[in-house]
């Protein structure tokens, strides 16, 4: 599903903080694909989900750093068990 969200039309002023980033992170091709959840609580960003690789929790945060207004950004995000065959 990745990061999805129906924002394309609202300008980013109108957006909250949480559509702001989710917006950012639909259009970035880094997180694109990434089932990220992104919560606001307490003047802090969450970023909650599961994503492949390193450099996919690295970008998430960085693009929400840039875009959310909110200089607290906790990441939650966890990284996929790699399966050994």
Request: charged share 25%.
């Amino acid at each position: 599903m990745g990061a999805e969200t129906n924002t394309n039309n609202v300008s980013s002023e109108k957006l909250s903080a949480v559509g702001r980033v989710l917006k950012a992170l639909g259009e970035d091709k880094r997180t694109t694909k990434a089932p990220i959840e992104v919560r606001e609580m307490q003047g802090r960003m969450y970023l909650v989900s599961t994503v492949n690789s390193p450099e996919i929790r690295k970008a998430a945060v960085e693009i929400t750093q840039a875009n959310s207004g909110i200089s607290a950004v906790i990441n939650e995000l966890d990284l996929k068990a790699e399966t050994s065959s």
